[in-house]
Every structure is written in structure tokens, then in C-alpha cells.
């Protein structure tokens, strides 16, 4: 039955979700006579916006060095738009059973390979061989993959690292073996060993994105392609994830630079650099 007082009715409509309305509409129902129609469509313009920001927290998995490097520096723009949500980051590069963590998202790179559990493509990354200029200068340049397995290989040994690599140039392919000495855990380990000229590896653009701009390390066989390494939500909620789940995913996109892209055709990351830069790594 609808109600025929007009404040009761105001104070039904404006309770949504676990927000109520009603400091707003108490001062309507004072004044419900003798307010103006602009008054009253002010205040519940107010009450509807408080309803609908988003609160809680979300938890989040993600790998470390990529998070560090991509996700941390931007973090305040997150905070700061939605000031009533909390983020509690878990910091793993081993794949954690999102399940039993209670994760609303897990942030993967590499490939999707868990079944059941509901996943977004975000982005790709392209995949380069990497080293310090002065390992190259002391190690020499490898002209083609196979010359690889003469050089130092530093690995990495978790899920996706792989020991074994195909190179693709137009028509031909190359599968080159790499078996170096060191494998390393992390990739925060990775990238030290490289930065400190133990040897090569194979990593994404993400991965040494700084160094890669400021030249303190350089890539090879840049006319060869890898496999890219792709950027995936991992969201064991599905359909059921709540808008701030689906809020953060939003801001991961947008920081990557993917915003107005789909997930089914994302931008290469190569986009990440201005002209120059680009031009120099694929040279």
C-alpha cells in the first residue's frame, strides 16, 4: 500500500543496502511543508550519494615486483576516491589458493590456468631476453636464440618460468634450451642478479620497465619474438564480486593504461613508452 505521507515514503526510498538516509530526511519531515521543491531534490541528491559509496575492504593477491613497481606508486589515486574502502595487499609471487586466503582478486601474470575460477585478461606484456650492458660487453651480443645457451642464464623457478624457450621470426622458429646455473625463487631476485650483470634472462616488459627506459639494462634478438606474458584478474567470486572488487580492477586497467581497451584485445604495453623509448627497444 503507498504510503500518503510524503516524508515515510522519502525515508523508504532513500534506505539502500547497509546505508540508511535518514539524517538526511529527518529534516524533510520537519519540514516537509514548507520546503522548496529545489530543497527537497538537493537533499536527496545528497542521501542517494551517500548510499552508493563504496566501503570495506578488499583483499588483494598479486606478485611482488609487480606490484611494486606499477601498482604502489599509484595506489593514492585509489585512497583517495574511494576514502571509505581499505586494501589489504597480499605480496606472493607463488600462485596462493585465493579460496582459502579469502581473496576478492588475484592479480596473475603469466597464463590462466586455474580451472573453475573466473578470470579477466587485463593486458599483455611483450616478453624480451634481457642483460646488463656490461654483461654484454664483457659476455658478448648473442646473434641468434641459440647462441643463448652459451651465455650465463639466470632463471626463474616458480610457475611460468620455464627452462625452455620458442623464438618465433616471420616463418621460423627456433626452440632454444636454457639451463644456466642460478635459478632464483623471486623475481625481485631475478632482477638483482641481472642489474648486477650475473647474466641474461628472459622477463617481461613490466618487469624492468625502469631500466629499460634509463638504459641500465638493454634487450637482444629484438627482430625474435616471445610468447607475451599476460596480465589476468583472477576473481573466485564470478558474477557474485562486489562493485569494489570490480572498482579496483577498474583502477589496475586504468594504470596500465587499458581503460578503453577490452580485455579480449588488449594494447600491447609497448604503449607504456613514449616513441623514442619504443623505437629504441625494437631496434
Not at 606478485?63 to 611494486?68: A, S
Not at 648473442?142 to 618460468?161: K, M, W
Not at 583502477?251 to 607504456?272: H, I
Amino acid at each position: 500500500m503507498r504510503s500518503r505521507n510524503p516524508s515515510i515514503r522519502r525515508r523508504s526510498i532513500l534506505r539502500t543496502g547497509n546505508v540508511s538516509s535518514t539524517s538526511h530526511i529527518d529534516h524533510l519531515s520537519s519540514a516537509s511543508l514548507t520546503a522548496t521543491k529545489p530543497e527537497v531534490e538537493q537533499a536527496e541528491h545528497v542521501a542517494r550519494g551517500a548510499s552508493t559509496r563504496l566501503s570495506g575492504r578488499v583483499r588483494v593477491s598479486a606478485d611482488v615486483t609487480f606490484t611494486r613497481l606499477h601498482l604502489m606508486p599509484a595506489l593514492n589515486g585509489f585512497l583517495d576516491t574511494y576514502p571509505d574502502l581499505a586494501l589489504d595487499i597480499v605480496l606472493d609471487d607463488r600462485n596462493v589458493d585465493l579460496l582459502e586466503e579469502g581473496v576478492d582478486v588475484g592479480l596473475r601474470t603469466g597464463t590462466h590456468d586455474i580451472l573453475n575460477i573466473p578470470a579477466r585478461k587485463l593486458g599483455e606484456a611483450p616478453r624480451y631476453v634481457v642483460g646488463s650492458p656490461a654483461y654484454f660487453e664483457r659476455a658478448g651480443i648473442p646473434g641468434t636464440p641459440s647462441e643463448l645457451s652459451c651465455r650465463q642464464f639466470i632463471n626463474y623457478s616458480q610457475q611460468g618460468g620455464g627452462r625452455v624457450w620458442t623464438f618465433r621470426r616471420n616463418d621460423t622458429e627456433s626452440s632454444v634450451s636454457l639451463n644456466g646455473r642460478l635459478s632464483v625463487s623471486s623475481l625481485e631476485g631475478v632482477r638483482e642478479a641481472v642489474l648486477a650483470g650475473v647474466g641474461i634472462a628472459i622477463a617481461s616488459e613490466w618487469m624492468f620497465l625502469p631500466e629499460l627506459k634509463s638504459g641500465q639494462v638493454r634487450t637482444v634478438l629484438t627482430d625474435w619474438r616471445l610468447p607475451p606474458n599476460e596480465l589476468w584478474a583472477v576473481i573466485p567470486a564470478g558474477p557474485m564480486a562486489g562493485r569494489k572488487t570490480h572498482a579496483f580492477i577498474t583502477f589496475v586497467q586504468e594504470t596500465l593504461g587499458y581503460a578503453n581497451t577490452s580485455a579480449a584485445a588488449p594494447q600491447p604495453c609497448g604503449s607504456y613508452f613514449s616513441p623514442p623509448i619504443q623505437e629504441a627497444l625494437t631496434s
